[in-house]
């Protein structure tokens, strides 16, 4: 049985939120790629509060009721960051980084008011059909590295969109080693059923944007 968690594993990296409150995420010090809240994850998580979202000063919220499914979830700020929102939200990511995800959700839960969230185990390419009806949003933050998961995570972007359903992408580009080749794979493979806007950095949040960091909004080709 695994050893309990010390609290010396884990340290806290703080998102504020437009509100003033802050989202408190855990991150652990050793482990795998989903156990650190990336770049990409950040951006994406502020540019989905950006107020073509959510404005509470003219009413617009986005997020209010929608359904919400994260890939690849990590920490889970992203899917915490619209729950707090109103959205109502599944972060999945493989059963190793339920319990991190599950920290965070019960650490932030506070925040959480009309939206809600669950964690849930998904191993693209297998089945999904717990996660249908198909969610109004996908939600995925630097997805897009190993290539042996390039088909596995289009198959389920597949099984899981409906015709409304938008895909907001967001990706870091990175130019070392095989990654320019496996984001090339990904978004053949992606264009084949889908089709690809790329959000412009003015729509984006004004701090937390960069030059190396894509968001995309990608919807299935009618």
């Known amino acids: 049985m695994a ?51 959510y404005d509470p000063s003219s009413g617009v919220n986005v997020w209010s009721g929608r359904t919400v499914l994260e890939l690849g979830a990590g920490t889970g700020v992203v899917g915490l960051m619209v729950a707090t929102l109103g959205a109502q939200v599944i972060v999945t990511d493989l059963e190793d980084l339920q319990t991190l995800l599950k920290m965070n959700i019960h650490e932030n839960q506070a925040l959480i008011n009309s939206g809600s ?72 493979l992606l264009q084949q059923n889908f089709c690809c806007e790329e959000i412009p950095s003015e729509k984006q949040d004004p701090e937390f944007s960069s030059p190396d960091i894509h968001i995309l909004h990608i919807r299935r080709k009618a």
């Open 3 to 53: 050893a309990k968690a010390d609290k010396n594993e884990y340290f806290v990296r703080e998102i504020d939120r437009n509100d003033g409150c802050a989202l408190k995420v855990k991150q652990c010090f050793l482990g795998d790629v989903g156990c650190v809240v990336w770049d990409a994850a950040i951006v994406l998580a502020k540019y989905l509060e950006t107020k073509q979202f």
């Open 117 to 188: 969230i669950t964690a849930k185990v998904l191993k693209w390419g297998e089945d999904v059909s717990e996660f249908l009806p198909h969610p109004d949003y996908v939600l995925m933050a630097d997805c897009i590295y190993y290539e042996q998961s390039i088909v596995p995570l289009v198959e389920s972007l597949k099984l899981l969109c409906g015709p409304k359903t938008c895909i907001v992408c967001c990706y870091e580009q990175r130019t070392e080693g095989v990654n320019p080749e496996v984001e090339r794979q990904f978004f053949e």
